[in-house]
């Protein structure tokens, strides 16, 4: 409901920038935390598809942090409107972004359909059908109250299962982008910024993972099973904590010693490092694992990894070369000779220059990851049923696809085609308002 | 220099990758849950546990997978890979009373072949004749419905409808007397009733041979005593019938309850000779005397029916095997009371090598060794046939697609030449023949270039006008409807999209078949087959085609929008050339250099959705041969494939910048 109401204020804020009034603050930045707020509240609720207390416990502080999370990004920004910013880079990005009519059109599909989708349980609820229990006295029912369209061949209702199905589908694109772009944007910068072997290294990596076909490989992997590779407990509570105490350690070490001379590492990487292994402890503690392999969404878990571990090496080069030009210009020596260290350089004054690029491919990639994920559920490898998933649901249907109920194939299949194309849309809209460059080359 | 320079860094580059995919595939594969020996295994229950590991030391197994992969490149002194002895697998028997008939399709099914439920329309009214069926056959649907739902006596024939059809591709021999009529029925006669065994070798188009047997029940003569009623009605029959059948065919119970219907004496006649016997020396050796010993009444004497090899008095069986394949032995055993004992038993073979022989590794094919591909497991078959095309089926005693004859006969010099053509016949012929028959045996790799080859060209001639037009005409409404439909072409799940075409053009309006490559045991020329093949290529052809077709579209208006505002194309204009000639020859000429490119680097995805086209279409070429021999465990096929398309994807990159290299003259006066 929250979300719902935030998506009406982010709508009229689009149709202001559509009509081109001066605003005040970036229609563009909040549609963006609305956007992360909603991949949150989505992510939670695929996780009460796990049904464990444990999971419920984190889950749900969880999801209330985040609409809280939401809901101050929205009222800051609302106290922020008071100081109007005329021709802020905010504002016309989000006015650029407003020009491109089906980008536009596209976010506001795409919100509503991750809108609805997150309302797949009350409106299951509301309908009183089960898109997970078998019904052998009604399958293959043609659509009908409340079966609004109609049952598989097991008697799942195909309306509320399209809905918890594009739940998973959506969260693996959302994901899966999310990931690939923060491991690709680690790595390209590194690369970029500090050259020398791991540049060499990392970008003959990526030229050979770019020039092989990815899909037989993405076969391989998900052939493999996962608790076969996984390591012991053990080993993943060792490398917990050894991160932990290398993070405390490298992070009170360097507050201390603040001389000049060669540097011990720095305190970015020790914060990140004890917050990664805080989360990841957290998250590996909440999660009952074996409910969630039990339950399906090992599968779920299995495909992101896949995706990302196949999806990182464009943002990486977009990254890299972002870096190599930024970390020649004036403010970066400037900031090197006032004694920032590399990670603060990094951080501070390359990742915005890089973050553009890196925005728009990951947009863009969604769609790409969420054809992945349907292709490998679709040969029977990716998101295992009982979870549903849009690419098994149509590997589900593409048995009848010679009878009667062609129909069960047509639905998964449509959505796909839709949410690709729409995030495709929203990708592009985004590249005309973040790359001028691009933009003069589209329309000159 | 420069350029030969960079030529052989690309090229070491491209090796080094290689060589790194392979050892990282090869290490994937062997992590990957069961192995082939495990896969071999499980088809067999009465392998002991000392089997698997001695099966898994011959094939290497045991060893760590980075000396596996050295052995895989290179080669290895070949451990002297004795042939394996199988017992004999049973074909299941459809029981009734006077002929017998047996369901040869499921036990050597050729791979590629479609089982179609909707095929079986014509088929069953092929196999009944009009009128003997009570079904219209111009109703397909009702024919679905009824054979899926309505009737199990419908769903029955058209499934029996269909296998008889792929019988069309198996050649049936019977062994041991038994007869078979033309459609591969075995003809009972006048075998007394009871239970009996009769044997029979199969062999399909591509050479896979098996050997059958079934337990073939003869039901008692029709009784007076019993009245019309007693006897029940033909269906019942039947079903009494098959429920017999059933109990005997019995996948793991099976002699057991062979026992349970026959008594004592009887069942020392069905025994087969199923033991696993692995000679370590090359040679198979099979203790006849032994086998029969155990159960029945002395032996005095053997007699080899089929299969290479002797037999000695002593009741020993012994052969060395040579050449790669499989090979079945089928012999008589006679005892002091004159009763005749069938035997038979398939040897599963490599090569027997000499003792010194040194297996040639991967690295040997790139030196033009094929055999140095591998066997493959899931397939039965080399490697390099596999991808490369299976040869002539010569002196088979039927005329495939490709011979002008065959008479059975392997010999020279009477009408057929050693390539199974018609010496009689003209040139043309010949050309003719051997044309359709290469095209008829393709290997996976034509077949996927005989996919993405027309996919590409229909998909650039799409592509390529739409987008200099929409880019000459920006903002028009051609324009805004080209763009959109090339958006949405980059978003289509190729599977989803090939599904739906098919669902409307092969289910709705039958305008093309269904999926497959080509219609099995076709026979005609060269034309015939292209045209067959044609028909099977539209759909997918176009499926793929229309998803590679967008995004090729939006680079080729972005390289127009790109070059329009082009001085020269300015001066070209004010030369008062005609808008035409400005278009064509000097903008677009400039706007497809980097579509080329874009072309080029794209192979990898064009692979990645040839698999799912494949796949969707059942058209076998290396996309799905990939997937399947990941599935199977068949690494060897999987590395291979691999290691193909990667180098295709790369060298297709080399030539590429060559071309673009060439094609712009400004790149190279730079270098």
Same mark, same amino acid.
Request: net charge neutral.
């Given at each position: ?26 229609? %563009? $930045?909040?549609?963006?935390?609305? &956007?992360? =707020? *909603? !991949? /949150?509240?989505? @992510? ?53 972004? %407003? $020009?491109?009519?089906?980008?536009? &059109?596209? =976010? *506001? !599909? /795409?919100?509503? @359909? ?63 982008? *999310? ?68 993070? *405390? ?196 | ?102 369901d040869v399709a499921g036990a050597v099914a050729d791979r590629d072949v479609r089982l179609d439920?909707?095929e079986a329309?014509?088929v069953?009214?092929?196999a ?31 499934h029996e409808a269909v296998r008889a059809k792929m019988w069309g591709q198996l050649r049936v ?10 459609r591969l ?17 199969v062999?399909d188009t ?310 497959g490559?080509?219609t099995p045991g ?150």
């Amino acid at each position: 409901m929250i979300a719902l109401w935030l998506l009406v204020k982010a709508q009229r804020r689009a149709h202001l920038v559509a009509r081109d009034t001066p605003l005040g603050i970036g229609g %563009a $930045r909040r549609l963006g935390w609305i &956007g992360f =707020s *909603l !991949v /949150l509240f989505s @992510m939670c609720t695929a996780g009460f598809v796990v049904d464990s207390p444990r999971a419920t416990a984190v889950y749900l502080p969880g999801l209330g942090a985040a609409l809280a999370f939401a809901a101050a990004v929205h009222l800051r920004l609302r106290g922020r409107a008071v100081v109007p910013r005329p021709e802020s880079f905010v504002e016309l990005v989000s006015m650029r972004f %407003a $020009r491109h009519r089906l980008a536009r &059109g596209a =976010s *506001l !599909v /795409l919100a509503a @359909m991750i809108e609805v989708a997150l309302w797949g349980g009350v409106i299951e609820w509301a309908l009183g059908v089960s898109h997970r229990a078998p019904d052998v006295d009604r399958i293959y029912l043609g659509p009908t109250w409340p079966f609004l369209l109609g049952t598989d061949e097991v008697g799942h209702d195909v309306f509320t299962r399209l809905l918890f199905g594009g739940q998973i589908s959506l969260a693996v694109g959302l994901v899966s982008a *999310l990931s690939a772009a923060a491991v690709g944007t680690v790595v390209g910068l590194t690369a970029g910024y500090f050259g020398g072997w791991w540049d060499t290294v990392a970008m003959r990596f990526v030229d050979a993972m770019l020039s092989i076909p990815v899909l037989p490989l993405m076969i391989v992997f998900s052939a493999l099973s996962l608790d076969k590779l996984a390591p012991p407990p053990v080993v993943w509570w060792t490398v917990l904590l050894g991160a932990f105490g290398w993070g *405390l350690f490298s992070l009170l070490w360097s507050s201390r010693r603040r001389r000049p001379g060669p540097r011990p590492p720095g305190g970015m990487a020790g914060f990140a490092l004890l917050y990664a292994s805080v989360v990841f402890g957290v998250v590996g503690y909440a999660v009952d694992w074996s409910a969630v392999v039990g339950g399906g969404l090992g599968s779920v878990v299995k495909i992101i990894l896949i995706i990302v571990l196949f999806g990182w090496m464009t943002v990486a080069r977009l990254a890299r070369a972002a870096a190599l030009t930024l970390r020649n210009m004036e403010f970066v020596t400037a900031a090197r000779a006032l004694g920032a260290g590399h990670g603060q350089i990094l951080l501070q004054h390359i990742l915005p220059g890089a973050l553009a690029p890196v925005i728009v491919a990951a947009t863009l990639e969604v769609g790409a990851y969420i054809l992945y994920e349907a292709a490998l559920s679709y040969l029977g490898l990716g998101v295992q049923p009982p979870v549903p998933s849009w690419g098994n649901m149509l590997n589900n249907g593409l048995e009848y696809i010679r009878t009667a109920h062609a129909h069960l194939a047509f639905w998964p299949g449509l959505l796909i085609l839709v949410t690709v194309v729409c995030f495709n849309f929203f990708g592009d809209g985004l590249r005309d308002a973040l790359d001028p460059h691009q933009v003069m080359k589209r329309t000159s | 220099m420069a350029a030969l320079r960079s030529l052989l860094t690309r090229l070491f580059t491209i090796a080094a990758i290689l060589v790194g995919l392979s050892a990282v595939l090869f290490g994937l594969l062997s992590a990957m849950p069961g192995d082939p020996v495990e896969m071999l295994i499980t088809a067999n229950p009465r392998v002991k546990p000392e089997d698997v590991a001695r099966l898994k030391r011959l094939r290497g197994l045991d060893q760590p997978w980075y000396i596996r992969y050295v052995r895989w490149a290179w080669g290895y002194h070949q451990p002297q890979q004795p042939p394996e002895v199988h017992p004999l697998k049973d074909i299941v028997v459809v029981a009734g009373d006077g002929p017998v008939s047996f369901d040869v399709a499921g036990a050597v099914a050729d791979r590629d072949v479609r089982l179609d439920l909707f095929e079986a329309r014509s088929v069953v009214e092929q196999a009944a004749g009009p009128g003997q069926v009570d079904l219209d056959v111009d109703e397909p649907d009702a024919l679905l419905e009824q054979a899926q739902r309505a009737h199990p006596a419908v769903w029955r024939l058209a499934h029996e409808a269909v296998r008889a059809k792929m019988w069309g591709q198996l050649r049936v021999e019977p062994l041991f007397g038994a007869e078979f009529d033309e459609r591969l029925v075995g003809v009972a006669g006048d075998v007394p009733a009871g239970i009996h065994r009769v044997w029979f070798l199969v062999r399909d188009t591509g050479g896979l041979e098996g050997l059958g047997q079934g337990l073939a029940y003869v039901a008692p003569p029709f009784e007076p005593e019993l009245t019309p009623e007693e006897a029940g009605t033909d269906e019942e029959q039947r079903q009494s019938a098959g429920s017999t059948e059933a109990a005997l065919v019995d996948e793991r119970g099976r002699t057991a309850l062979i026992a349970d219907a026959t008594d004592a004496g009887q069942r020392a006649r069905f025994a087969p000779l199923d033991v696993v016997v692995a000679a370590e020396d090359g040679a198979v050796t099979v203790d006849v005397l032994a086998q029969f010993s155990a159960a029945g009444p002395s032996l005095t004497g053997f007699r080899l029916v089929r299969g290479p090899g002797t037999i000695t008095a002593g009741g020993v069986y012994r052969h060395r095997f040579a050449g790669p394949g499989q090979t079945v032995v089928a012999g008589l055993a006679t005892d002091d009371e004159g009763g005749e004992h069938p035997f038979a038993f398939a040897v599963d073979h490599g090569p027997v090598p000499d003792p010194d022989r040194f297996e040639r590794g991967f690295v040997f094919a790139l030196l033009g060794d094929s055999e140095a591909l591998g066997f493959s497991n899931l397939y039965k078959r080399p490697v390099a046939e596999l991808l490369g095309g299976s040869p002539d089926r010569c002196g088979d005693g039927v005329q495939d697609i490709g011979e002008s004859c065959d008479d059975a006969n392997r010999k020279d010099g009477d009408g057929c030449s050693a390539t199974c053509h018609d010496e009689s016949a003209g040139m043309w012929q010949a050309v003719d023949d051997v044309l359709a028959g290469k095209l008829y045996r393709a290997g996976r790799v034509l077949n996927t270039l005989l996919l993405m080859i027309p996919a590409l060209l229909l998909s650039l001639l799409f592509a390529i006008p739409a987008g200099i037009y929409g880019a000459v005409r920006q903002y028009s409404a051609f324009d805004y409807v080209a763009s959109f439909l090339a958006f949405v072409g980059i978003s289509l799940f190729v599977a989803w999209f090939g599904l739906m075409a098919m669902a409307v053009f092969s289910e709705q309006f039958h305008w093309f078949p269904a999926g497959g490559i080509q219609t099995p045991g076709l026979r005609g020329g060269f034309v015939d087959v292209v045209a067959d093949r044609l028909s099977y290529t539209v759909l997918p052809a176009g499926v793929l085609s229309i998803a590679y077709a967008g995004a090729w579209l939006r680079y080729m208006r972005g390289a127009m929008l790109e070059v329009l505002p082009a001085d020269y194309i300015r001066t070209a204009r004010a030369k008062g050339l005609p808008e035409r000639t400005v278009v064509v020859r000097h903008a677009v000429r400039n706007a497809l250099i980097p579509v080329v490119t874009v072309v080029a680097l794209s192979v990898p995805r064009l692979f990645g959705g040839a698999l799912l086209t494949e796949q969707v279409f059942s058209w076998p070429g290396i996309g799905r041969l990939q997937f399947e021999a990941v599935m199977g465990s068949d690494y060897y096929v999987a590395i291979v494939v691999f290691l193909i398309s990667a180098a295709l994807v790369m060298v297709g990159n080399l030539l590429a910048d060559a071309v673009y290299v060439l094609l712009d003259p400004r790149l190279r006066r730079s270098s």
